[in-house]
């Protein structure tokens, strides 16, 4: 799967892949800029390809390039190109180069799958960004108090990002990088981990709880990146235009 591009030198790029046996990798892609080369098509972003690849003194580089899957049907959809590159950006930041990674490359093909084939795109995220933080060790606790250890009663509570999970309120009141969650949100949170996506996928969800969790989870991954993700930002504004045309639609 082709994650990202860089150009490098007059006509070469500089490919991120992600691959089912060796994990994350960077290629060089020699020519792909010039306007005859028969690879640029097949090297695009989003693009699952067969490649071979040849030894190179520091990065191999693509000496046969064959797309299998385009994903055809998010390049004409903002919103769905944006949740793909959301998914994208969040597995390359999680993951190394190298190593074995069968059910992250799973996964990530299955989430842009379900996105490509019109699944709810909250959703779909949500059930990738709960996933992926299993697979990399970051399992968010949910069940009971990181503070005391204590069940969790039934009533709004506390999410520590350092801490990795949920707080109760007398544990997480005024504790630096604890965020106030509903109970509403908690069990969202709570029924998507448990469950398979195809069960997860039947939940009704109100968009009030899916804005709350949109920041809460973008707070957590933030802390655990140590950095700003790019893409939640280009998704804002795109549901900031969608719901200004829609309004102007209604307004007429």
């Given amino acids: 799967m082709i994650l990202r591009r860089q150009d490098l030198g007059e006509a070469d790029r500089l490919l991120t892949i992600f691959t089912p046996d060796h994990g994350k990798l960077r290629v ?7 306007l005859r080369s028969r690879k640029a098509g097949h090297l695009e972003p989003l693009t699952r390809a067969r490649l071979m690849l040849a030894r190179g003194r520091n990065l191999d580089v693509i000496t046969q390039a064959e797309a299998v899957e385009l994903f055809t049907s998010l390049r004409g959809d903002l919103e769905r190109l944006g949740q ?3 998914v994208v950006e969040l597995l390359d930041r999680f993951t190394v180069e190298e190593g074995e990674t069968q059910r992250l490359y799973d996964l ?15 959703v779909v995220v949500r059930f990738f960004e709960l996933r992926l933080l299993e697979l990399v060790g970051y399992r968010p606790e949910l069940f009971r108090c990181l503070g005391c250890g204590k069940e969790l009663k039934p009533q709004d509570q506390f999410f520590s990002v350092d801490m990795g999970g949920i707080l109760c309120p007398n544990c997480g009141a005024g504790r630096k990088h604890a965020h106030p969650i509903s109970l509403a949100a ?6 998507y981990q448990r469950n398979a996506y195809a069960v997860a996928a039947t939940a009704k969800i109100r968009s009030k709880v899916h804005a709350e969790l949109d920041r809460l989870l973008e707070s957590y991954l933030t802390y ?3 950095k700003r993700l790019h893409t939640p930002d280009f998704l804002r504004r795109v549901n900031e235009l969608a719901t200004k045309a829609y309004k102007a639609e209604t307004t007429t």
């Fill in 28 to 34: 060089v892609a020699k020519g792909v800029r010039r």
């Fill in 84 to 86: 793909a590159f959301y």
């Fill in 108 to 122: 990530l093909l299955k989430t842009l799958g379900r996105l490509a084939a019109e699944d709810e795109g909250s």
């Fill in 186 to 191: 908690l069990k969202v949170l709570r029924y």
């Fill in 224 to 226: 655990l990146l140590e």
